[in-house]
């Protein structure tokens, strides 16, 4: 029972102050963004690794233009294959994935397969659902 007093009021300390704030998909560009937070989207759709033009990237884009006083960072994890090529494929999407964007406050790291979200290996779905851009907003220009 003392240890149940000691940490209830631990875990609520710990969820209230420490909380991050992690949401899924583009926020509204009315929303405010905060040192901190993260975004978590799917890859856009890109051919053999090649970003094409399209809605996905065109929004990515402009979210990022509209919020050019922040400092982005987006990290790239692929999940299928083997380590050593989840890191070479998640290198060559963020080098393509630079080119396409061409903003000085964002720069764009290729991370492999490390950070899984889901981690029910056994899943049918867990290299699709783990495979994902993860936006950092870092500091302010």
Excluded: W
Aim: charged residues 20%; positive net charge; contains cysteine.
């Amino acid at each position: 029972m003392r240890i149940l007093i000691f940490i209830a009021p631990l875990i609520f300390f710990t969820t209230i102050c420490y909380a991050q704030d992690i949401s899924y998909g583009l926020p509204s560009f009315q929303q405010e963004l905060h040192i901190g937070d993260r975004i978590i989207i799917n890859i856009p759709n890109n051919v053999d690794g090649r970003f094409e033009s399209s809605v996905e990237v065109d929004s990515l884009k402009l979210f990022l233009q509209l919020h050019s006083e922040l400092t982005f960072v987006l990290s790239i994890h692929v999940f299928g294959g083997s380590s050593e090529f989840c890191l070479a494929y998640s290198n060559y999407l963020s080098g393509n994935l630079k080119k396409q964007l061409h903003l000085k406050n964002v720069m764009v790291v290729g991370k492999g397969n490390t950070s899984p979200l889901f981690l029910d290996k056994k899943s049918a779905r867990y290299f699709t659902l783990n495979s994902r851009i993860k936006i950092s907003i870092k500091a302010k220009k």
